[in-house]
């Protein structure tokens, strides 16, 4: 079971237990996780209804970017490290968010509400630096601008 | 040549592409009052292999990098004695730098999807996959609503258009791996394995999907053959020149007044995009270096610009027009610092199945850091040009082989920047640089 929202196995019953299930499943019941990440037994249970060894299941997972076998915050910020990016001025935007989470990139914070990730290019070149929030794309950024997205995400949780 | 607009013009896509997260912007009734579906219409009433005809008749070539005549990788599919094919749709777009494919699939979905259906009729198979990467959200829900509206129009699903043709076609995710673009790699994602590449050949047109054959194509690719089936291989070759017919989208970013998407026709300079669709410079600075084709493309200096956009032109001087990315650097840019950016995404981006690629990217970091540290020498440079050499002509796929192109290009054109950051290079010998 996952610790909240959807079952694997209703995922499962959803996407079917074919082979080229595997990788719409992984991503499915991360995002159901409120955490963001599949868990071993969410792995385990998967390998068993698809019929696939565990470590098949694994290596899958593990060889994605986006697939995330650590619990991450409830907001995920991604910002593109792209080298279009870092010349628009990538590095002072890391320095902003880290300042306001309290974190360094790659980490999450104690309360687990932000993960802040250095993510590939999110094809918005055209507005870099670019970085993305809950899925949502925002570019042309400031520092200032930045760490307002931040603020706005926690007074959203607040309410 | 001159540069036709965005929008103003009668070229392959026609639209004024704008940014931001909006969904589909030319909807079906947009798409269908401007002449969509039309050629589908046509295609269905001759035989498949008129449409392949047509398509190598317009000379159309792969937009996904590699260039391949896409009517001929038509042909072996087509010819192939297995009856069970696939369509696929590579809509990975992991070249940072690079964001047509969105584009596409977010203002003209259904360019898109007729496409891939008029490529489908034309290697007869009845089953088709857009693989588009994770990244794109947006692009997924567009092309998502798109395939419901053309199932439900009779342009997609079962006897499309009222003929005996079918065609079913279904999204795929990629899950955030550059890797996943490379052709092979794609199928062994789709097929729920690690994203690595396989031996090529066999080629995915004998041996693709679940080992049948299948048609693998750029988004951009198969966004033009409503255009080529529509209007005939003769308008398409008014666009473009004689070696590479028809037009290109460029993904212009970095230090220009205007960055965005822009179709131009084949035959333009790299100096009249800089100049014509960028707007020129920004704050008035000079242009230090354009890097063509993204992470796994060259960096070249002014120069060089007066080079056509044209596979032929561009092969003779080792530019890469790859996906058509051009990202511009003003002359308070760092070379190294790009350098340095690109190498770091090949080494996380590469898979580790070979050892020139997996160790090379390694040695090749640690270098460029060195020299970014102030602690390179003389006999680093020569390594790292031994390196890259290695991973050009030993790496087992594209990725590993592409790595080095602008590590190489930036060795040959801005040596003196390398040297300066070299501690045992003699001012003297520094002043010698080619920059
Ligand atoms: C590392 C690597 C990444 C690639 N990424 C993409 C991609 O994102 N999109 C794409 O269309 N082709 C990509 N390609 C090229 C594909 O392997 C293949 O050549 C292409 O999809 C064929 O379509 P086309 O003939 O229409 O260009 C990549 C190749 C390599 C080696
Ligand atoms: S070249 Fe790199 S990415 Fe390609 S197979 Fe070798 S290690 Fe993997
Ligand atoms: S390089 Fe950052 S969005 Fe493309």
Redesign the interface.
């Known amino acids: 079971m996952l610790d909240k929202g959807k079952s694997v196995q209703a995922i499962i019953s959803e996407i079917g237990t074919s082979?080229?299930?595997?990788?719409?499943i992984?991503?499915a019941v991360q995002d159901a996780s409120p955490a963001h990440y599949v868990n071993e037994a969410a792995m385990n249970e998967i390998a068993a209804r698809l019929k696939?060894s565990r470590s098949r299941v694994y290596?899958?997972a593990s060889?994605?970017?986006?697939?995330s076998l650590k619990p991450r915050g409830r907001n995920i910020v991604q910002v593109c490290?792209?080298?279009?990016c870092?010349?628009a001025g990538k590095a002072a935007i890391i320095r902003a968010l880290e300042n306001e989470l309290t974190i360094t990139l790659g980490e999450t914070s104690a309360d687990a509400q932000f993960t802040l990730e250095g993510?590939?290019?999110?094809?918005?070149?055209?507005?870099?630096p670019a970085i993305?929030v809950n899925?949502?794309?925002y570019?042309n950024l400031t520092a200032a601008a930045a760490v307002d997205i931040i603020r706005q995400c926690r007074e959203g949780e607040a309410n | 040549m001159n540069i036709r607009r965005n929008g103003q013009s009668d070229l392959v896509f026609n639209i004024e592409w704008q940014g931001g997260q909006t969904g589909a912007q030319i909807d079906l009734p947009d798409y269908l009052a401007r002449g969509g579906y039309q050629a589908l219409r046509r295609a269905l009433a001759t035989d498949p292999a008129q449409v392949v005809q047509t398509v190598k008749d317009a000379g159309l070539r792969g937009r996904g990098g590699a260039a391949f005549p896409t009517g001929l990788k038509m042909e072996h599919v087509r010819d192939n004695l297995e009856l069970e094919r696939y369509v696929i749709c590579n809509a990975d777009e992991g070249e940072p730098g690079t964001f047509k494919d969105r584009f596409v699939m977010t203002h003209l979905p259904f360019q898109l999807l007729e496409g891939m259906t008029l490529a489908a009729y034309a290697v007869g198979a009845n089953r088709g996959i857009i693989y588009i990467r994770y990244e794109y959200p947006e692009a997924q829900a567009s092309i998502r609503h798109s395939i419901a509206a053309a199932v439900e129009a009779g342009l997609l699903g079962d006897n499309i258009l009222g003929s005996e043709f079918s065609f079913h076609l279904e999204i795929f995710s990629g899950a955030g791996s550059y890797l996943c673009g490379e052709e092979t790699a794609l199928l062994s994602s789709i097929e729920g394995k690690k994203g690595r590449p396989r031996l090529k050949p066999p080629y995915p047109t004998q041996s693709g999907l679940w080992g049948k054959p299948t048609l693998i194509n750029n988004v951009e690719t198969l966004a033009n053959l409503p255009a080529i089936i529509g209007r005939g291989a003769v308008w398409y070759r008014s666009l473009g020149t004689a070696d590479s017919p028809g037009t290109k989208l460029i993904s212009l970013s970095g230090d220009v007044n205007n960055r965005g998407l822009f179709e131009v026709p084949f035959g333009v300079s790299f100096r009249e995009i800089i100049e014509s669709c960028g707007g020129g410079i920004k704050n008035g600075r000079k242009l230090k270096a354009v890097n063509i084709g993204g992470a796994s493309g060259v960096v070249v200096p002014p120069h060089e610009l007066d080079c056509r956009l044209e596979y032929g032109a561009c092969a003779k001087r080792e530019i890469t027009i790859g996906s058509g990315a051009v990202f511009v650097l003003d002359d308070t840019r760092s070379i190294l610092d790009n350098v340095r950016n690109r190498a770091a995404f090949f080494l996380h981006e590469s898979c580790g199945k070979c050892t020139p690629c997996r160790e090379g990217l390694r040695q090749v970091n640690r270098i460029i850091g060195a020299l970014c540290g102030g602690a390179g020498t003389a006999s680093d440079l020569a390594k790292l040009e031994r390196y890259t050499r290695t991973m050009q002509q030993a790496a087992f796929c594209g990725l590993g082989q592409a790595a080095g192109n602008t590590l190489i290009s930036s060795l040959a054109y801005f040596r003196s920047e390398y040297e300066a950051a070299c501690r045992d290079v003699q001012p003297a010998a520094k002043k010698e640089g080619t920059a």
């Open positions: 082979k080229t299930a595997l990788l719409p992984l991503l696939l290596s899958t060889f994605y970017s986006e697939i490290v792209n080298a279009p870092e010349n993510v590939n290019c999110l094809g918005a070149c055209y507005l870099s993305k899925g949502r794309l570019g």
